[in-house]
């Protein structure tokens, strides 16, 4: 049984495509193929259901998966381990972000830490997903650590790092009927046209679940991934926003006030994978994320 085997095998079953996995390992979808033929035949049994139409785990696969996964862990450390002991630390690094974060200096941590160890591969992709993907990217071993904006209740199966709190703020038109307030609640804007993040982002999870507690959900009629760009829409009349309070262009045509009543936060977590151990790499920039807030 050879390490690329199980490798091919992951990729197939994560992404329940020959055709993605090729592409994935940067190999032809025959190789990839072959191999997961080869090790089918090692193990005696079929490790995927196949058909012209789709690709599904057999129970035997979905039982291999993560013995498969351990195994080339496992081979990832004694390699790092070995490689380390002659040549200083090295590995490898997937991260992933949010558009708009705060809290935590990811660029800062991750240059200073790779002015250290210049031999660790850092990966850093930024999520259309939002939080929730990111959440989940981790827990299937893609990532090996997410700046996400989510509660710990949501984020089972990970081990949590809590790097900010923001409150939320709510942002007007200047001409709003609401602006001349202190203060303004959630069940004030029942009924407006909101601009927020697609669903799956962290702040918009909390909103749409507080509006829902309330019997009164919202419609969202403008989208946008990152929300720096919120107060110009608001600016354009384009409706009202709830956001975390954070660092944005000024607009004048637009009135910041305090979300009063609703005892909502945006937290913005640094989530590892619970299910296994961290790599030397990882927990090295953990130590060093530690020591810095």
Known sequence: METRQLEYFVAVAEELSFTRAAQRMFAVQSTVSAAVRALETELGTRLFDRSTRRVALSAAGAAFLPEAKSAIEALERARATVQEASEGLRGSLRIGTLTSIGGVDLPGLLGAFHRRHPRVDIHVTVSLTGSTGLAEEVRQGRLDLAVVGLPESDLAGLDVVRVDTRPFVVLLPQTHRLAGRRAVRLADLAGESFIDTPRGFGNRVALDRAFDALGSPRRVTVEVADLRTVPGYVAAGLGVAVAPDMPAPAEPEVVVLPLSGAGLD????????????????????????????
């Open 266 to 293: 945006w937290p913005i977590n640094v989530v590892t994978s619970a299910a296994k151990p961290p790599s030397r790499a990882l927990r090295t920039l953990l130590d060093l994320l530690a020591a810095d807030i």
